[in-house]
């Protein structure tokens, strides 16, 4: 295929298996271009050798990131080959079969609008258990931060249509966080998103991987670790206030008065950490629309409180976390997709 480019992001790659993946891909593809992302000198003679078999070869002196390895590979077929259709990303340790590249292929020339992804089965026995649990993680995530249902969340092998290439360059990140950031970003511009299952391959248990579990995962999960934390800490906020305030407090509806004086202050905190640090997006109309959920979500605490409480007759506290909770959940999908919909800080 002439049209197509397959981007090959790669630091340090084993060079038995790149050059058996290239091989095969030359028998379909014209049009390869590697990322080398700060390989070491070692090296060196091997990049040469790619150049001299008509691959072309982008060159970053240190590494900076298969985010921004991607992105700087967009940019050069954007700009020397503007009659491409579109470009295929894919991994350089053994993951991916040119079978299931060249399926991806078709699909782009069908379906230019979408994002296309090359889904993997993580129920198979040779998938690596931190491989295995760690997609169902992210993808549970996904599915209840940002109402995104994807099976393969992780995938390296994508394809992007030329119109989707140039959007993709705006989306933020440097790393492997580039990648999660492209689907919430998806997500909020209304991209489409193709799953096409591929074949689940890893050799050597994926010794061969530069992801580091604990710092990449770190940068991917960041933003629903910032949610997580403003929700959190004004959840607690929230009972510390109602709890002070019901002490002082002596009248008949003192849990709705309670609960609508510590929601008031726990709600300015809330949309503020909100606004300029999960979402970045401080204005009127999210101002105007939080409230409308505010309001709504206190009435609901403070009758809900109020009635079991007298139900019950067990501590108030007890019934506030209990309620509050469930109405946490119905406020984080809330926020997502009425308050702060296309507004996430990427």
């Not at 991806?104 to 040779?126: H, M, S, T």
């Not at 489409?192 to 591929?198: P, V």
């Not at 890893?202 to 910032?226: C, E, G, Q, T, V």
């Not at 800490?233 to 609508?260: Q, R, Y």
């Amino acid at each position: 295929m002439d049209n197509i480019f397959i981007v090959i992001p790669t630091l340090d790659p084993d060079e038995e298996i790149m050059l058996k993946f290239i091989k095969e891909l030359k028998h379909n593809f014209q049009n390869i271009l590697v990322v080398n992302d700060g390989s070491k000198s070692i090296y060196d003679n091997f990049f040469n050798d790619l150049e001299k078999q008509n691959i072309i070869v982008l060159k970053h002196y240190i590494n900076l990131g298969k985010g921004r390895g991607i992105k700087n590979a967009f940019n050069y077929i954007l700009n020397n080959y503007p009659q491409i259709k579109g470009c295929i990303t894919c991994d350089s340790d053994g993951q991916h079969s040119v079978k299931d590249i060249k399926k991806i292929a078709k699909e782009i020339l069908k379906n230019d609008d979408k994002l296309v992804l090359g889904v993997r089965d993580f129920e198979k026995e040779n998938v690596p258990p931190k491989s295995r649990y760690g997609n169902k993680i992210t993808r549970n995530i996904f599915k209840i931060f940002i109402g995104l249902n994807i099976s393969d969340t992780q995938t390296g092998l994508r394809g992007f249509s030329k119109k989707l290439m140039s959007l993709f360059m705006d989306v933020s990140g440097e790393r492997y966080e580039y990648e999660t950031n492209m689907l919430i970003f998806s997500k909020e511009e209304g991209i489409k998103i193709k799953e096409i299952e591929i074949e689940t391959i890893y050799l050597n248990r994926n010794a061969n991987s530069h992801f580091n579990p604990l710092k990449d995962s770190i940068m991917i999960y960041r933003l629903f670790l910032k949610y997580f934390l403003a929700s959190f800490s004004s959840f607690l906020l929230d009972i510390i206030l109602f709890c002070s305030i019901l002490g002082i407090l002596d009248f008949k509806e003192k849990i709705l008065a309670a609960t609508i004086l510590a929601r008031i202050v726990s709600s300015i905190y809330n949309y503020i950490i909100n606004s300029n640090l999960v979402f970045k997006n401080m204005s009127i109309i999210t101002l105007v629309k939080y409230y409308m959920l505010v309001i709504l979500m206190m009435l609901i605490s403070g009758c809900f409180v109020t009635y079991l409480y007298n139900l019950l007759k067990i501590p108030v506290i007890i019934i506030k976390i209990i309620v509050d909770a469930f109405i946490w959940v119905i406020n984080l999908v809330a926020q997502r997709e009425f308050v702060f919909k296309g507004a996430y800080d990427e």
